[in-house]
């Protein structure tokens, strides 16, 4: 029993060193990322849960599964806020694994193995986050056009154009590149900056003309307000407002950022005849019907209500949700639990209806509108009245 202590005593002092090590490594980290990055109160808060994971590798008495778990889930936070301590909390749940795992195959200097595993998980991805964008703090930014280089922009249908319509995809393909590092930057030429450089993965062109596009955490993580594979006016991929906008190609050289290329192109309405090809209703689950103006709900009944818009065949048509509650006078009840939300989005090219929201149970009484927007006309105002 005494000799079964003491090795429990030297496998305990192998490894609480690191977990110290860590979770203070941890506990600066967080801090380093409130202060540098200026959160606001919802990610504030999740990154000061950040500490309790730190907490955790500080007073585990002993690597374990249960332990590894909880490091895993709030690590995975980093696809809220994707900053540097995020990635060493994933990095140490891969510890504790690596450690317990090597532990039980009694591997020697499991703690070692499994810390130096980690270490370069963690930080690679941190690293490969970090080296995706640009940061224009100290950035320079000059003109020098290139005849050689240019700029097209192609739609979601595959089709080059200059004009596009609200939340409909656009890639930029740059033509006539040199080696270097690239990135590119969107302008309204009446609101200012609309995509930064700062959200646009920068694209590297070796010497013998291969393209790489970074971003293999962005990939990962699918993050929003990111230009996702160069793509942008998409979901929350920065869709664009109707107006006039140029993007520019930026060569990246040390602190200088060379414009070599520029694009004009617009954000356009349109005809009114595509109003005449969208529909839209609600429906009421165990209802046949579709109501494409109102439904009032029963006394005593709890249904779900869903709200659907549907275009015609070979027709894709954008716009925007926007939900809210009101009261019997019409004004807007800006601070009831509902608010006011907005949310884009895009029929389905084969004709099926697309679904936009659901509301379900028992709400609050008052009246539920669901209003289609399309390049800012309300098109359709569908109310649930309770």
Known sequence: MLEENIKAIKEKKKWQPINILLGLLIISLVFYAI???????????????????????????????????????????VFFITTIDGFVIIGSAMYMF?????????????????????????????WEYASTFISDRNLTITRKMNAETSIELVGDTGEISTNFHFNRGISPRGKGLKKGTYVYQVVSKSKGMSVPLTKWPVIIIKANGDVIQRGLVVNWLDLKDVALHGTFNLDKRFPLGLGDYSIMLIKIEKNEGVIVAESNFSIVPYDEQIYSKLTA??????????????????????????????????????????????????????????????????????????????????????????????????????????
């Open 35 to 77: 202060q540098s990055q200026s959160l606001n109160l919802p990610p504030l808060l999740f990154a000061f849960l950040r500490i309790i994971p730190a907490l955790i590798l500080i007073f585990t008495k002993r690597n374990n599964c249960f332990s590894f778990l909880f490091l895993l889930i709030f690590g995975l936070t």
């Open 281 to 386: 209703y609600l429906t009421v689950d165990g209802d046949p019907n579709k109501y494409s103006d109102s439904y009032t709900k029963k006394e005593g009944d709890s249904v779900s209500v869903s709200a659907w818009v549907q275009s015609t065949s070979g027709e894709e048509i954008s716009g925007i949700l926007k939900f809210f509650m009101a009261n019997s006078n019409g004004d807007i009840e800006k601070t009831s639990w509902v608010g006011v939300s907005e949310t884009a989005f895009k029929t389905n090219p084969d004709g099926t209806p697309t679904k936009l929201r659901n509301l379900s149970g028992n709400p609050l009484p008052g009246i539920y509108h669901f209003q289609i927007v399309i390049d800012g006309n309300v098109v359709y105002d569908l109310k649930y009245t309770v």
């Open 98 to 126: 690596l450690s317990t795992v090597l532990r039980m195959f009694k591997v020697k200097k499991y703690a070692v193995i499994g810390l130096a595993f980690s270490l370069i998980f963690g930080l690679g991805l941190s």
